[in-house]
C-alpha cells in the first residue's frame, strides 16, 4: 500500500470506517508545523525505511525487553505481521482497532467485523485470520494498485515499513507487528498524545540521521 494518506482515508473508508476522522500528513516536527495538524489526533503512523542499524536496534531492544518484563494493558489490540507487503494495512488495523471509542462505523463495515470477531485471539491467531479475509486482502491489493501511481508500494525493493502509534490507557505504545510484543513509551494523554509520538519518530530518525525517506502521518477528527 502506498504511503499518501489519501489512499489510506479510501481504504479504511472503502472497509465502512465512516470519514469522521482522516489520516492527514504531518509536515514537519516543529511545534509552529505540529499546531496545524488538527485535534484531536487518535492515532499516529510513521513510515520509515528498515536499515541495518534499525535491524540492530530492534534485535538488542527485544532482548532487553525480553528480561525486563513490560506492562501492556490488556485493553492493547496487537496483531502480528505474517503477509509479507501487509505493513499499511497492519498499521491501519492497529490505529482502527485501538480507538474504536472515537470512530463510527458503517454497520456492515467488514473492518469493524474483523476486530469484533478477532477481541479475543493472540496476536498471531489475528494473523492467520487475517490471511484469510477477502475484503481485508482485496481492497489492500486495490489499494496498493492505486498508490503505485502516485508513490512506491511498499514491496521488498523499497524496504520501507509502517508502525502505529496509540494512546491506550494513558499510555503510549508503539505497534508494529514485526516485533513480539507492543512496544509502552511512557504516559501519554490526548493533549498531548501527538507530541509524546512525534518525540519517539524522532528517536527513529536520529538512528538513521543519513536517511530522509520518513513520513508520519496523524488520524485526526476531520475538522471540514
Not at 465502512?16 to 488538527?38: A, C, H, I, N, R
Not at 490505529?95 to 485471539?121: C, G, R, W, Y
Not at 509502552?184 to 501527538?194: N, R
Amino acid at each position: 500500500m502506498s504511503f499518501s494518506f489519501q489512499v489510506m482515508t479510501k481504504f479504511v473508508n472503502c472497509l465502512g470506517m465512516k470519514p469522521t476522522w482522516q489520516f492527514g500528513d504531518v509536515y514537519g516536527l516543529d511545534p509552529e508545523l505540529l499546531s496545524m495538524v488538527p485535534r484531536p489526533v487518535c492515532a499516529v503512523l510513521l513510515l520509515f525505511p528498515v536499515t541495518e542499524k534499525y535491524e540492530a536496534f530492534k534485535q538488542e531492544e527485544e532482548e532487553k525487553l525480553k528480561d525486563q518484563r513490560q506492562e501492556v494493558s490488556p485493553d492493547v489490540y496487537f496483531i502480528k505481521q505474517t503477509i509479507g507487503n501487509a505493513c499499511g494495512t497492519i498499521g491501519l488495523i492497529h490505529a482502527v482497532a485501538n480507538n474504536q471509542a472515537h470512530l463510527e462505523f458503517e454497520s456492515d463495515s467488514p473492518l469493524k467485523k474483523f476486530i469484533e470477531q478477532t477481541t479475543k485471539m493472540t496476536a498471531e491467531e489475528r494473523a492467520t485470520f487475517l490471511e484469510k479475509d477477502e475484503s481485508i486482502r482485496v481492497t489492500h491489493e486495490s489499494s496498493a494498485q492505486e498508490g503505485q501511481t502516485e508513490a512506491p508500494s511498499l514491496d521488498e525493493k523499497v524496504n520501507l515499513h509502517f508502525i502505529a502509534f496509540v494512546n491506550v490507557g494513558g499510555h503510549l505504545y508503539e505497534l508494529d507487528g514485526r516485533k513480539p510484543f507492543p512496544i509502552v513509551h511512557g504516559k501519554t494523554s490526548e493533549d498531548t498524545f501527538l507530541e509524546d509520538a512525534v518525540a519517539v519518530c524522532k528517536t527513529f530518525m536520529a538512528r538513521d540521521p543519513q536517511e530522509v525517506r520518513f513520513t508520519i502521518i496523524a488520524l485526526s477528527k476531520d475538522s471540514y
